[in-house]
DNA sequence: CTTACTATGGAGCATAGTACTCCATAAATA
DNA sequence: TATTTATGGAGTACTATGCTCCATAGTAAG
C-alpha cells in the first residue's frame, strides 16, 4: 500500500527566484524523463536527481510525483482548453478544429508523452475538471441530457483521439484527421447541447 | 522506480483444482478489497491475505497485481462486450443499449468498483482490444474514418458513460439513460461506419 | 554592508512493497 | 501406493516513499 500523504508543500505562493528555478527544473526533468519511459517507471529521486535538486526539496513544492504531473500537464492543457473551447462553439466548426489539430501536431513529441506517457488517468480528470470550468455556461441547460456527461464525452474522446492520431507511423494531415474528430468527437456533443 | 518484472507465472493452464482454487480466491479477495480502497492501495500482501493464500503462490499464478486485475477485468467485460456487440449492430438499437444498461445497473456494485477503482487505464486497454477483436470485421473499412478510432472511442465512451450514470446519487432509470448513450456514443460511430 | 530570513543540500532513518529463493508438507494424479 | 506438484512459511535483497536534522548558501531588508 502506497504511504499516506501526511505533509503539505511549502511556498505555496512565491517570487523567490530560488523557488521558481527549482519548480522549473523540476518541471522540466520530467519532460526529459518522461521521453524515455512510462511515469510509473519514473522515481521522485530520478526527477530531483535528473533536476540537479535536493532529494528532500521535492517535497517543499509538491506532495508527490503526481502533483508535479499535474502541474506541468495543467500548464499544457490550459492551451488545448482554449482550442477545444473555441471548437465547441465556433461557427466554422471545420477551422477551430483544424486549428486544434495544427496546435498538437506541431507540439506533438510533447503531447505524445504527456497522451501516452501513464498518466493518461490524472491527464483525463485535469482536461474534465477544466472543460467543465470553462464550458458549463455555454451549453444549454434545457437538453434532455445532462450537462455532466456531455463535457467528460467531449474530453475523453479528444484525449483518445489526439492519443490515436498523434501514434499512427504516417500521421494524416491536420486538416484531413480534423474532420474525423468534428464528425466522431464534437458534432454529436453540438448537436445534443446546442441545438 | 517499481522493479523489474524478471518472472513469468507457473500454470499457465491447469485442471488442478488446486490451482483453480487458489485462482478464484485471488480474483474473489480482490474484489471484496476493491470494495473498500481504491486499486492502487491495495499491495500484493493484502490481496494473498484475504485470500487465506501464501504471498509466493501469488507469484505462481500472476506476475503482477496488474496481472490479476486483467484477468478478473476480463471475465466480466466478456459480458458488456457481448452486448456492446448486440447494441452496435441491432436493428432495434434502443433496445440493445437498454439492455446493456440494464445488466450493468443490476451488476452495479461490481461494475462501480471495476470503473472508479483506479483501474480505469487496464480497463480501457482491455476494452479495446477485446472490441476490436470483436467488432472489427464487422465494421465497413470502406469508411473515410480509419476503423480503430471508432473501436476507441466506442470503448472509451461506453466506460466514461457508465461511470458516470453509476456515480450519480439518483441514477436514472436504464431505459432512460440509454438514449443518451445511444446518441451520444453509439450513433456517431454507427452512422460513420456502418452506413 | 550587514543582518535577518529562508530555500537548499546532504546524510540518514523508518516503513512498506516488490521480486525471489529454499525447503518441508500436503494434495492430486498415475 | 508411489510420484508428481502445488502450496505455505520463513527469510533475503532491493527499491521507493515520507520525513528529520542541521549546515550552508542565496535573498532581501535595514
Redesign the interface.
Known amino acids: ?2 504511504r499516506k500523504k501526511l505533509h503539505q508543500p511549502h511556498y505555496a505562493t512565491a517570487t523567490d527566484p530560488r523557488i521558481l528555478q527549482t519548480r522549473q527544473a523540476l518541471r522540466q526533468a520530467l519532460l526529459d524523463l518522461v521521453d524515455d519511459k512510462p511515469l ?4 521522485i529521486r ?1 526527477i530531483t536527481a535528473a533536476a540537479g535538486i535536493g532529494y528532500n526539496t521535492f517535497f517543499r513544492h509538491y506532495t508527490d510525483k503526481e502533483a508535479l504531473v499535474m502541474a506541468v500537464a495543467t500548464d499544457e492543457l490550459e492551451r488545448l482548453i482554449e482550442l477545444c473551447i473555441t471548437t465547441l462553439d465556433a461557427t466554422d466548426s471545420a477551422r477551430a478544429s483544424t486549428a486544434l489539430c495544427d496546435y498538437v501536431g506541431e507540439h506533438d513529441v510533447l503531447w505524445s508523452t504527456l497522451l501516452t506517457g ?1 498518466a ?2 490524472l491527464l ?1 480528470e485535469e482536461f474534465i475538471r477544466l472543460l467543465r470550468e470553462r464550458a458549463a455556461s455555454r451549453i444549454s441547460a434545457t437538453s ?3 450537462v ?3 463535457i ?2 467531449v474530453a ?2 479528444t484525449l ?2 489526439l492519443g ?2 498523434l501514434e499512427q507511423p504516417r500521421r494524416m494531415p491536420a486538416a484531413e484527421v480534423a ?2 474528430y468534428e ?3 464534437v ?3 453540438v448537436d ?1 447541447y446546442m441545438k
Open positions: 500500500m502506497a510509473d517507471q519514473i522515481s530520478e501513464g493518461t488517468n483525463r434532455t441530457s445532462p455532466e456527461i456531455g467528460r464525452l475523453v474522446g483518445e483521439f490515436w492520431w474532420k474525423i464528425r466522431l468527437v458534432t454529436p456533443v445534443a
